[in-house]
């Protein structure tokens, strides 16, 4: 049994990767980055550079410091450099060919004490952790992105998982200056489960005609101060990570709520990933990324502020609620659990609960039923909504 955990390996330096290495480095962990070829190693070492370089111009780092985390840090593109790691995180492509080769070599590499964790966003941690003969020694350390800024680690357990590994891996999460949320290995965990069917949710919205792209993330930050609209994060994170995400819910759920928006698995077809592929919703390129015409679609005038109109807000946010009602309701979290995740991994001024209980399940539950009678709403209201709005109870934790 590993007592404590000094060396940390992390195979994979590409957009979460390079923003995990910099928390270990800084946290006093001595690090090994591990990639591909040199080319992928020289972008996760200039990453790195110029992070702590940004950090010292702007006072937040002194230049001893900087020294003292460039001297623990070693990159190599061989994983057998990874010989005496206490634990290695991966956080390379979501394709289980990939992880299996890796998770081949750290099994053969790694003492046997060592922890594996995976970054996984999308593929099952219990089915990473039978690729390894120390199934109960993997672990999902799952990071949000922009890594270094959120503070959220989702520490995911199998049912095999050896209860010391966990207390293991939520001693380090704590060092790394994250909080840690235990959860168990299903699709999504908690904050991806919830935050991209609401993402997707935006885009099919999009692609009806309902609102402009500018219109949707306005109303997104202005009405529930979310701090990015959701199409805007889409291009953040990568919509082919989305795609991933999107398609293990519907393996996993089977509900309408769950089904990849057309256009979102077109847009990954086409290339347009988001910033790192230079044009997703928005155009990175250095191109004019003009306003959008105001839509002309016929259902877009169901949605606007006026009498009998819905509010963009609501038609994005409501069955959002809902969702985090439904998984609190399946006793997957618990509503503070839920809040944590969305607040620490996604930014969000309150959590999904807290707002839920702010507008009462009876408002919620209209609202839906509004949108179902409308035709956009396609999903069943949670059955705890459904339970409390029975009882006359107004709150998810009365
Ligand atoms: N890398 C490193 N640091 C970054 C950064 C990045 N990509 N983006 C911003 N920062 C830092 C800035 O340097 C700044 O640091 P400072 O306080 O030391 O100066 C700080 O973050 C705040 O940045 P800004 O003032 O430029 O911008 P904002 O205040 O608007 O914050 C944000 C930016 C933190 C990205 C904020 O918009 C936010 O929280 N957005 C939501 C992000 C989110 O939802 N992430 C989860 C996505 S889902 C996911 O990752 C899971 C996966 O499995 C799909």
Redesign the pocket.
Known sequence: MVEEINKVGLVGLGTMGA?IDEGFARAGFTFTGVEIDDAALERGRTHLEK?LAKAVA?G?LTEDEQRAILGRVTFTTSRDDLADAHLAVEAVPERLDIKRSVFADLDRILPPAAILATNT?SLSVTEIAALTSRPGKVIGL?F???A???RLVEIVTTVVTEPHVRETATQVVTRLGKTPVAVGDRAGFV??AL?VPYLNHAVAVYEQGLATREQIDAAITSAAGF??GPLT?MD??GLD??LD?MDVLWDEFRRPRYAAAPLLRRMVAAGLLGRKSGRGFYDYSGADNPAEPEPTAPLAQLVGDGPGQISLADLLLVPHLNDAARMIGDGYATADDVDTAMRL???YPKGLAAMLDERGVKNVTETLAELAAAGLFTDDTAPLLTMLAKQGKDTLRS
């Open positions: 923003g992070s702007k937040k966003s799952h949000f992105n922009p270094p800024v959120m904050a991806n935050l701090p990015m994060l953040l994170v990570v989305l995400v991994g996604c930014g």
